[in-house]
C-alpha cells in the first residue's frame, strides 16, 4: 500500500495554525494578485484535463474566455492537474495558506478540515443572492458545516455499469438482472477470451465503487452511510460479504489483469478501445459516451448502460437505489486577496456552467435542469429520468468520510482488489481507523 509524507492530521493541524497567522509572503505584488499589467490576477484550478476530461476543460475554457471579455481588469491564471495530483496538491498549498483563489472541492467528509480550519470562505451570500432554489436539493448541504456553506455545487453524479452493447450481442448477453447473473456474464466472456470488466485499483476510489455497490445490494442502502455515523461496524457481515465477494470476482478473472497499478484513465482506455465489455463508474463519463467529438461516434453508439444488479437474498432490493451524490463544488480561498472578485467569477463559472453543461458537453450539473426541448442524446435524458426516479443516492463513502479514513479507505481497496489483505482484516482496518476518528472528534 502507498505511503504517504505528510498524514491529514497533520496537514489539518497546519492548515488551522496558519489559517490563524495569515499569508507570510514576502512578495506583496503575488500575494495580492497583480502582476505587472495591472490586472488583477486570479488563479483557479481544476483537475479537467484537455486528455482525459476534454468536455469539461472545454466548457471551462470557454467560460473563462467570456469571463475575462466580460471583466477586461481580470486574468484567469488556469492551472489543471489529474483528479489524484489535484488532490495532493490541495492539501500541499492548504499546509502553506497558498490555496487559488478558486478551485473545486470534493463534498463532505473531503471539504471539511479546509471549511472548519479557515481555508474556504463562507459563500452564503452567493448563494442567496444568485443560486435561490436553483440548485438540486441536498447539492448545498454537502459542502456546509456549522450552519454555513463553503462551495457552489458544479455536479451530480451516479454511478452505472457501462457496456459494449456488440460485445454483449455477438455471444448472446442480456443486461444481468442479479449478481449471479452478472458472474455468469463474466464466466462467459472469459471463456472466450473477453475481459469482462476494467477497473483501475492502484488508487482506489475508481475501484471502491464495486464494493460500495455490493454493501448497498447485501446490506441494504444506508449500510455504509450508518458506518460513517457509528451506527455499524466495519465488520457487519454484509460488508466483509461485500469485500469477500470482490475478491471471488478477482479470482475468477473478472477484472482486467493488473488493474492494481492501473489509474482510473488507464483502465478506461480498456473500454474505449473495445477490450473490455463492462466499465463500472459514474456520470461524469456521459460526454465520452455521448458528445465528445474526441471519442468515434461510431463506438459511442455501442455504449449502453445499466444500474447494478440486485444481490439474491440481499437486504438492497431496490434497483434505483444508487451510489453517488455531488461532485465537485467551487470554493473560494478565504485568505484570497481579490475575495470579492473570485466570488463574482465562482458564481459566473457556476452559473453558466449550469446553463451550457447540459447541451454543449453532456454533463449533469447541480443545477436544476428543465428537459423540456433539450437537444441531447436518448442515454443523457435516460440517466436524467433515472435521477428524477431515484429512491436513494447513497453518497461515495470516500466522499463521507474524513481525509484520514478516506485515504486508508483507497489503500486498503488497493490491498483488497491485490488480495494483498483478507476481507476481515480490510474491515477490522476501517474500524480501528474510524474509531480513532471518533475518539478524536471528542475530545475538547
Request: charged letters at 25%; hydrophobic letters at 35%.
Amino acid at each position: 500500500m502507498k505511503k504517504k509524507a505528510l498524514s491529514y492530521l497533520v496537514l489539518l493541524t497546519l492548515v488551522i495554525g496558519l489559517a490563524l497567522s495569515g499569508c507570510s509572503s514576502s512578495d506583496k505584488s503575488a500575494s495580492e494578485g497583480k502582476s505587472g499589467d495591472g490586472k488583477i490576477h486570479l488563479k483557479f484550478m481544476h483537475d479537467w484535463p484537455k486528455g482525459s476530461s476534454t468536455a469539461y476543460y472545454s466548457l471551462v475554457d470557454e467560460i473563462i474566455k467570456d469571463y475575462e471579455a466580460k471583466n477586461p481588469n481580470v486574468v484567469i491564471d488556469v492551472e489543471v492537474l489529474n483528479p489524484d495530483q489535484y488532490r495532493d496538491k490541495l492539501k500541499v498549498l492548504a499546509a502553506s495558506n497558498e490555496l487559488p483563489d478558486v478551485g473545486l472541492t470534493w463534498s463532505n467528509g473531503f471539504a471539511e478540515p479546509y471549511a472548519t480550519g479557515g481555508q474556504f470562505a463562507p459563500l452564503d451570500d452567493i448563494i442567496e443572492k444568485e443560486f435561490k432554489d436553483q440548485f438540486v436539493p441536498g447539492t448545498v448541504e454537502s459542502y456546509s458545516f456549522n450552519g454555513k456553506s463553503y462551495a457552489l455545487p458544479m455536479e451530480m453524479n451516479v454511478t452505472y455499469i457501462f457496456y459494449n452493447k456488440e460485445i454483449f450481442k455477438k455471444y448472446n448477453l442480456e443486461v444481468p438482472k442479479t449478481f449471479e447473473d452478472l458472474k455468469k456474464i463474466g464466466k462467459t466472456l472469459i471463456k472466450n477470451g473477453v475481459i469482462p470488466a476494467t477497473v483501475g485499483s492502484k488508487d482506489g476510489w475508481p475501484a471502491s465503487m464495486w464494493f460500495m455497490y455490493l454493501a448497498d445490494r447485501i446490506g441494504g442502502p444506508t449500510i455504509l452511510t450508518d458506518v460513517i455515523k457509528g451506527k455499524v461496524k466495519m465488520s457487519d457481515p454484509a460488508i466483509v460479504k461485500a469485500a469477500k465477494e470482490i475478491q471471488n470476482l478477482v479470482d475468477m478473472g473478472f477484472f482486467v489483469k493488473g488493474n492494481t497499478a492501473f489509474s482510473n484513465d488507464d483502465a478506461k482506455g480498456y473500454f474505449l478501445n473495445e477490450k473490455a465489455a463492462m466499465f463500472l463508474t459514474a456520470t461524469w463519463e456521459l460526454p465520452n459516451f455521448t458528445t465528445s467529438p474526441d471519442v468515434p461516434q461510431e463506438f459511442k453508439e455501442k455504449v449502453g448502460y445499466f444500474k447494478f444488479p440486485i444481490y439474491e437474498g440481499g437486504k438492497g432490493t431496490d434497483i434505483n437505489s444508487y451510489v453517488g451524490g455531488p461532485g465537485l463544488g467551487a470554493f473560494v480561498a478565504e485568505n484570497s486577496k481579490h475575495k470579492e472578485q473570485a466570488k463574482d467569477f465562482a458564481a459566473y463559472l457556476v452559473k453558466e456552467w449550469g446553463k451550457r453543461s447540459v447541451e454543449e458537453a453532456g454533463i449533469l450539473p447541480a443545477t436544476k435542469v428543465n428537459t423540456e426541448g433539450l437537444n441531447v442524446p436518448k442515454m443523457y435524458l435516460d440517466v436524467l429520468n433515472d435521477i428524477n426516479n431515484a429512491t436513494n443516492i447513497t453518497t461515495w463513502f470516500d466522499t463521507q468520510a474524513s481525509p484520514n479514513v478516506s485515504e486508508l479507505h483507497h489503500d486498503l481497496i488497493t490491498a483488497l482488489f491485490g488480495k494483498q489483505i483478507t476481507p476481515e482484516e480490510f474491515a477490522k482496518q476501517h474500524d480501528e481507523a474510524l474509531a480513532e476518528e471518533a475518539k478524536k472528534n471528542k475530545q475538547p
